[in-house]
């Protein structure tokens, strides 16, 4: 429920009985949720916009529930992400390492049994990388 409230329609509706106002919210998968009062609403919402992620970028070390650390296959096809190279204000600093990819930014690269796969791309990334020789990670 919380992953779709920021692509929700908003409607304000006028009980008949009692002349009390509801809110209605309903998504584009067809759900719909009933508050009683404004203030209902207005706090699920700032609940939700301090736990979810814009655009699907990098909270915690994570993007889509994914830990960004481990083995990684570059692929040109299908990837579970998409990511652009840039030098100032990534999403994430990656070192590439040979061992113990175990922390936050630790990249190994791999042909086979990846723990997720990127491709690179120059537009629309799912989050944006720098390549670091030292203290990779969150920025």
Known sequence: MKKYLFSLMLFSLISVVGYSQRMYVADFEGNEFYFETETAINEMLAETASEATVGDKVVDCECKGVPLYGK????????????????????????LVDSFPDSCGKWKIVDSFPDFTI?????????????????????
């Open 72 to 95: 990684v296959k570059i692929v040109n096809s299908f990837p579970d992400f998409k990511v652009k190279i840039v030098e100032s204000f990534p999403d994430l600093k990656v070192k």
């Open 119 to 139: 491709q690179f791309v120059d537009s629309f990334p799912d989050f944006t990388i720098k390549m670091v020789e030292s203290f990779p990670g969150m920025p």
